[in-house]
Structure formats: structure tokens, C-alpha cells
């Protein structure tokens, strides 16, 4: 770039706080301002100089002694319309009297009000919003736990589910329909609500939770799972018709709790798709029976945000750290299963837990996140957010054991009955045979054929009957291998308080996470994508690194690439005279 050979006025200033490696610079609003700055730093001025280029840069001559000059760093002058303004790159001593300056164009300065920026491709930069985009830096491996949220509904109740072929309640034909349940099916549901972690000491037995039924005045009191169990094991016909019984966190029935009652309310509205009724069986046992439930209802946890568990953990340039990888949320069902989600990824910071269970012949409760991977179009296509991607599914056998205990002894009865029976069919067969005999030999050639076709007849009914008792004791010893094991994990998680989901918030150790909120801090964030160049969106400075950057001007090509050889090797805009200073609070404009 040629410069003009000389200038009426030369303008030597000191303390200029940027340097010709045009990694910083100050960036003003208007030309006074820029014009201001540079004259609150003169040093000396002279008229009437000359300027001579040499191969990279440019020189001049002063008539001072070069140790007066130590820290002068920065220089300006004018010809016709344009101040060009120059970094001041070496003092060269002549004499005592006489210093050659070398000096270089600062471009930016010179022509930062003759060029706009277009959209361009840019690498990194300070944005008012953390992209998310995979910054893929070294974060370290393990996590701290900032924060951990246990999540029990009705706090802590469980269901008591049982399912009989029949009705198991007292009534009349229409009350002992069976239960609709999603579809018309043969069997009966019934649900007994019981609080584990309440046990009552002077009377025995879990503590029940009150009942109300479509806004009711009427409380119902449920008997308790171990008056169930004991009425079932005396009542052989109960015994024999109970398909299953487990217990589980949530069935899918709307309702909602009440903790201000003494122990606790269960309210059960009536609507177009669920229908339940407090029954008693002829021993006296209460339990709520499903008429039918056409519509799982899905339940939601309001639980926080996120920032509310990370929060603004990047000290100056906004929630960068609370995104993944550097944050993770994990929920955990207790028992060994695991879903992380990206705190980034969700549609709004708000953070609701759903809970979706089903009547089923066995547990089935799936947890998940709400508005996770979403976009508002395709929320306002699901239900309420609902999506079952990214779910944790409780699918654990959570059977009864005395129901196995029950069932092993009609299967074994049936078995022992079975063997008596044949028995006695080889017993009275043998002495048919017996009787038979004598007759034989008595009556000639004509009885002797007719006896041995009866005798041959009653042995081969003998061979088959034998060999259909057999079939069906083979048949029990074949029975399905998860009967004998459903029950196996439910006293432990019981035990151990596994009921629930927690969810668990992590985050990278300190020290990495320091260091990489440093870096963000100055660099900015990874954007790697055609956008509008923000050079002022903070309050102190603004760094913007490019590829091939795109500037609308009537520059000439030199002075171009000039410009666009800064903006792709980097550069930080400042907007305070403290350039450098790291130390400052750089907020969001």
C-alpha cells in the first residue's frame, strides 16, 4: 500500500494500547470518538514531514534524541480528506539529535469507517445466545454432582395391582363385568394405594391413604396389602382365580394427592375415559375396582430449570458451561438404568418430569423429560410435549411372591392328583384283567377270543389314559421359567428404598471448568456457519474470527485483503480504552 510522501502534520503518540500484531483493537462508534482517543495520547507533533519506503514498512525522520521517543508506539497524520493512522514498529538511533522512525499502516483504524460486513462464514465469536455447537475441547472425564432431585409420586405411594379371571368383589351381574382396560378383555383390575415408607407401629400395617371418588364428600379407607394378601391366601377360590399381582409406581389413572390430609389423600375424578369404584369381596376386603380406563393419563413434575441447577456458571459471558458436554442430566431409576440428556437440547429451560404408566398384566412406568429434542412446531404436534424417545422404562418383574407360592401349590395339587389317578387307572384296569382270566379258560375257544379282545381293548385305554395324565404333569414341569423368578428383585428394592427416579445434575471439575470459561470468555464460542458479524453484542469486547470474511467497500484489492487477512486470523473489538484487560465483566448488551 503506498503511502502519501509526506504530511504538514505528524502526530507521535504513546500509551496506545494495541500493537501491529492486529489482535486487538479499539473500536469506536463515530470518528470524533476515534479522533478523540488517538489526540488524549499525543506526545509530540511536527510539521512539514517526509516519509521514504523501504521494503516492508516505512520510515522517517525526527530531529530528537531517540530515548525521548522510548515510548512512543503509535503515530498519525492527515493528507487531503484521510488520517492515516500507523503502529510505530522500531526507533532507530542517528544521533543525538535526529531519530528514524519505522512505521506500518494500521488498517483498521485507517479504513474501519469506509467498509461494512456482511454475512460471512465465521469460526468463533461472541454471540448474546451459546450456539450448540460442539466446541470439542478438552473438559476432562469426570463430573462433579452439583445437585440431586428425588422424584416419588404421591409421595412414595405405590399401587397394589391385582387381576383375577373373575370379578373377585360382591354384586350384581352389571358391577362384575370385567374391566375395560384400553380394550375390552376377560379380566378384572384391582388397585390397592398403600405409603411403603409409613409403617404404623401400634396397629401394624401400612398407612392408607384416603380415598375420594369425582369430588365426593365421601373418604374411603382401603384395606391394607397385608389384609389383601391374608383374605387371598385363605380363599381357595381367590387362590385359583388371581392371574396376577404386582406392585407398581403409577397406573396411568388420573388423580392427584393431597398431603395436608392426615395420611394423605388420593382424589379420583370420573371422566369420559376412566371409571373406578371402592368394592368389598365377601371377606371384607376393600379395593378399588376399574370399570374401565380407555386413556393412559400421563402425569408431569414441574422441577425447575436449568438454570435454576447449574446456573450461570461462566462468570461473564453467559451459560456455555451449562450446555453438554460440560452438563449432564441423568435420570436414574434406582436400580441400574440410566438416560442422560443435554441440558442444551430441551426447548425452554424449564424442566417437568412426565410419568407414564399403564394397566397392564405386569409393571410398566416409563419416565422421561418433557420438550426434549423439540422444536415448538413438532410440540404443538404432540401431545402436550409427550414424546417416547429418550425414555427410562421400569419394566422390573415387581410380582408378589406369595402369588408364586400359591401357584406352585395348585400346580403341585394338580400334579398329585393327576398321579393318584393314574394309579387307580392301573389298578382297576390290572384287575379287570385279573377277574377276567378265569372266564377265559373256562369258556372255550368263543369266550377265550372275546376275553382276550376285551383284556387287549382295556390295556391299550390304559397306554392312552396313562399317557394324558403324563402329558399334562410334563406340561407343569414346562411352565414358563419367569414364573418361578417374578418376585425375585422387590424385597430388595423395597429394602433399599429403591422406589422412584432421581434425577442427578453433573458438570466437569472446577478446574477444567475455570479453564474452558476462561477461554470462552476471550474467544467466544464455536459458530462455524454463514451469519451477520457481531462486533459489538458485549459490553467490554467482542471477538470475531472468520473464513474468507465478506466486507462491502470501495477499497482497492490490497486493502481489502488486508482487512479480511485480520478478520480471519482473528481479532478482538474492544469497546473500553482498558484494552487487554481480561479482568473486566463482559455482560450481554
Known sequence: MELPKSTSTLTLCSNVPFNSDLRHTRRFVTKSEQTGFFNSRMKLRYNDVSFQKQEYYYITRVGINIEQLRDVNYMYFKNVDRTYYCFVTNLEYVNDNMTIIHFELDYLQTYFFDYTTRRSYVERMHTTQPPKENEQLDYGQDYDTVNIENIELFDGIKFLVIISKKPLHTGSTDEQQSSVVGVPQPLSFYIVPF???????????????????????????????????????????????????????????????????????LNIPKNTYQRLSVEETEDAVKMLYVHYLTQSHVMEIPIGTTRQYFGSVTHDIGDKLKDYPYSVITLDDRRGNRVDYKPDMFLDDELTVLVRGALSHNNEVSYSLKNYQLTASLKDKLKGGVQFEHSLTNINPQDIAILNDHLASYMQGNKNSMNARREDMMFNTMFGMATQAPSALLGGLGGGLSTATSITTGMIGLQQSIGGEKAKIEDIKNMP????????????????????????????????????SDYFNVFGYKINKMTHINERTMTRFNYVKTKGINIKCSLNNEVVQKIQSIYDNGITFWHTDDVGNYDVTNEVI
Do not use: C, W
Not at 401394624?204 to 391394607?224: K, Q
Open 195 to 265: 405409603n411403603p415408607g409409613r409403617y404404623d407401629d401400634v396397629n401394624g400395617g401400612y398407612v392408607m391413604p384416603s380415598i375420594t371418588i369425582g369430588g365426593g364428600s365421601d373418604h374411603h379407607f382401603l384395606s391394607s396389602p397385608e389384609r389383601v394378601i391374608r383374605a387371598f391366601y385363605k380363599s381357595e377360590t381367590a387362590q385359583n382365580n388371581i392371574v396376577s399381582m404386582y406392585l407398581t409406581d403409577y397406573t396411568g389413572i388420573n388423580m392427584t394427592y393431597d398431603r395436608n390430609q392426615p395420611t394423605g389423600e
Open 481 to 516: 421359567p419367569g414364573l418361578q423368578k417374578q418376585g425375585a428383585n422387590i424385597h430388595a428394592d423395597f429394602l433399599h428404598a429403591k422406589m422412584g427416579v432421581k434425577l442427578i445434575f453433573k458438570r466437569i471439575q472446577k478446574p477444567a471448568r475455570d479453564r474452558l
